[in-house]
């Protein structure tokens, strides 16, 4: 089982940049394809990047109109999101999910472990 910690969220103005960060422990993230998804209050939880657990690909939703990108530091046994020109409507909680040797599906059903999530709210 692969515990799954995000931090870096808070609150922004709009057009500012975000980086999120998705600690790993228990697991190897090497091991894990992981996603990103964010859940709005009332809202469905919604994809938004996910890698294979290779590395060797990695995928956006196209909501996200190419301001998202996943990283993955294996030694530090982290993932990352990178958000950028935020908007008010990215306020969300952002939680990091895995799945073993996932292909980085954008569906939530596919991962077993998520995290706690982590608070972004876009506002001036």
């Known amino acids: 089982q692969v515990d799954l910690v995000e931090s870096g969220g808070g609150l922004v103005p709009p057009g500012d940049s975000l980086r999120l960060s998705c600690v790993a422990s228990g697991g190897t993230v090497s091991d894990y394809g992981m996603a990103w998804f964010r859940q709005a209050s009332g809202k469905e939880r919604q994809y938004v990047s996910s890698i294979t657990w290779t590395g060797g690909a990695r995928f956006n939703a196209p909501a996200m109109g190419g301001r998202a990108s996943i990283s993955r530091d294996d030694a530090k046994n982290t993932l990352y999101l990178q958000l950028e020109r935020l908007k008010p409507e990215d306020t969300a909680t952002y939680f990091c999910?895995?799945?073993?040797?996932?292909?980085?599906?954008?569906?939530?059903?596919?991962?077993?472990?998520w995290g706690q999530g982590t608070q972004v709210t876009v506002s001036s």
């Open positions: 999910a895995a799945e073993f040797r996932g292909t980085g599906s954008a569906r939530a059903s596919s991962y077993e472990y």
